[in-house]
């Protein structure tokens, strides 16, 4: 679990409740299903229409990410990579074939079919840099798509705004309406704001910064997959590898 993601959503809005609260306002003042009707789905629908359906599911697909957090593993990575990199130096990279199979990631494991299936280096290299520049491009557009519902939110929470005002303008010789139009108004306001600032876009940043991250791991195991078909020195490739999270190391060096 992504403890700062949660604990970052409920303090968010939980602010806002909170001084609801403190200012003696009631939590039903600001519960309007029409205000939030305008505001979600008319922000949903906008979106929708920038986006191709692609990258609309790479961006429904990405949000649990942001909460349940990075299957990703460096130091597990790279200590696998080492148990690789020593077992082939000892018995050949054909003698891998056998570890595949359990080999959870999966960029790695089609790294090292592709090198014990004999792929030239430079191939190699390509294919697997083709995919991370996939990959990447996917995450990018899936972080676009929340951070768009984002811009759209609080133009629609004016618009919803302006309908309530229309409402309030439309019943002035009534008194008894006056208050639930004007409610919706100033809710569907603060629905857009909130919802874009406090939600839709800090989401579509998360995951472009996870999306770098996986990115930079993916990097990393590309350099050691080749320093292994190379048949580089075990402790060489570690040395190598630290290099992209020296955080890692730095406490356990100086231990």
Partial sequence: MDLTSIIGLIMAFGAVIGG?????????????????????????????????????????????????GSKSNPKATIDLLITLA???????????????????????????????????????????????GVFEEEMGAAGKVWETTGGYTPTVGILGAVLGLIHVMENLNDPSKLGSGIAVAFVATVYGVGFANLMFIPMGSKIKLKAKADCHLMTMTIEGVLAIQAGESPNFIQEKLKVYYPELYHGAEAK
């Avoid at 949903?44 to 229409?49: K, N, S």
């Avoid at 000892?90 to 199979?101: C, T, V």
């Fill in 20 to 68: 609801q609260v403190l200012e003696g306002g009631s939590l039903m003042a600001i519960v309007q299903p029409t205000a939030f009707l305008i505001v979600f789905f008319g922000s949903v629908g906008a979106t929708m229409l920038s986006f191709p359906q692609k990258d609309l599911m790479d961006g429904l697909k990405a949000a649990p990410g942001i909460f349940l």
């Fill in 86 to 132: 020593t077992k082939a130096r000892k018995e050949g990279i054909l003698a891998l074939q056998g570890d595949i199979p359990q080999i959870e990631n999966p960029f790695l494991r089609k790294g090292m079919e592709l090198m014990t299936d004999g792929t030239d280096p430079s191939l190699l290299r390509d294919i697997m840099e083709t995919e991370l």
